[in-house]
């Protein structure tokens, strides 16, 4: 349990909800998104792949399976989440996949209700990805996106897990659960962390108090879009739902 | 449109889905709350009573109708809003309500998918109020508690209308939609707001970039909470759906 004196935040830009009804348009620059952080992930204009975001180096995941060391401050991001680690809880883990993570992990630190960001390295038995390709426009819902997107496999790599735990009444705000990238060591494999499974990892816990979470109000098509609530659960649950 | 470069907050503490299972005892002191915005809405400990804070004055709406003007910042609460109003937007309305409020009013200024404030005065034709009464341990859920709310009404009354619109993809974790509290000049009449209607009303709109949404995560209630979303939207729309 953290002290009473210590706040944190995760940040994030963009809403889950306006990405899934085709809003693909980025709506905040790299340069201002990293004011807010240095370590997170997210996805680039037009749904442009998998960020990864460590120590402030920015990495993208494309749909050929490449990943590109994002140098470019000004290029621009639909949704993205990022935090500052500070008050990490140290974690090791022994035979850990999703399903440990979804039971035993999110039980032990009392997970449901809260946000938290979990970093894990190590030496990964397999590791399975996806990337979103690319869109034009007019975009696509995101659910049309992820009928199509590419899954990239890869065995004994060494690399870290990163990304964040969201409680299920933010689920419609950004995804609910477990929502964690991969990026491999030698920055040549990368993407939304799909299936994993290692003998041993080690990283850290952190637990946000605060959620901020930031409106591209300026946007139209932000602001106009319509939201039908039944339409975005069952999208949300067959695009985003495989973790368990 | 508000300039690119003001940004404002809306912060929130606690969420609707944990006092609808019955959380409601105070997590937050007013004195903490206050740091982050002096104009707001909330209720107290055991769920006692309508919060309405304005020029950082808190006034308490008590269920046998009467109306505290509370000066201890110690007292703690489970659910409340505030912001610093700033970068305003005049308003002026006539024959107004809530049909006036949800539609012609939303649509006018693009509320569905962001935060807003809005303090509307004048003389009210009619105004009626309800005001949840303090439970409780074992406290039951806000859905019980709100079918036994006290109501009140006022004819030909000054006074303020204060608090937010929310988007629909926050209702779990807020009250979606306006949710509005009143206070009469006089401070002598006060409560969550449920119908009014006036010939002409003045005030203020204040568009949020960012929900700044913090939890109370060293609360064992608020961390352990089950959460059924069927249950919630259920309990939300029954006890919450009272605007339009």
Chains 1, 2 share one sequence.
Do not use: C
């Amino acid at each position: 349990m953290k002290g009473n004196d210590l706040i944190s935040t995760l940040y994030e830009h963009g809403t889950l909800a306006s990405l899934m009804a085709g809003n693909m348009d980025g709506t905040i620059t790299v340069a201002d998104l990293l004011k807010h952080g240095s370590t997170g992930i997210g996805t680039f204009n037009g749904l442009d792949g998998e960020v990864i975001i460590l120590d402030g180096e920015v990495y993208q995941a494309v749909s050929d399976g490449h990943v590109n060391h994002m140098t470019d401050r000004q290029a621009k991001m639909p949704f993205a989440s990022v935090h500052t680690p500070e008050d990490l809880e140290k974690i090791e883990l022994s035979n850990v996949d999703f399903t440990a993570l979804n039971g035993d992990f999110a039980e032990k630190h009392a997970l449901k209700n809260i946000f938290a960001a979990l970093r894990l390295k190590g030496n990964f038995n397999h590791v399975k990805v996806r990337i979103a390709p690319k869109q034009e426009k007019p975009y696509p819902s995101l659910l049309e996106v992820a009928k199509g997107q590419p899954t990239f496999t890869n065995d004994n790599v060494t690399g870290t897990i990163i990304g964040y735990y969201a409680p299920e009444i933010f689920g419609s705000v950004t995804a609910a659960g477990w929502h964690l990238h991969f990026i491999s060591d030698d920055r040549q494999f990368a993407g939304h962390l799909l299936e994993f499974n290692a003998d041993q990892l080690t990283g850290d816990l952190q637990i946000f108090d605060n959620l901020q979470q930031h409106m591209p109000i300026n946007d139209q098509a932000f602001r106009q879009g319509e939201v039908d609530m039944g339409i975005l659960r069952d999208s949300i649950a067959q695009s985003e739902g495989n973790n368990d």
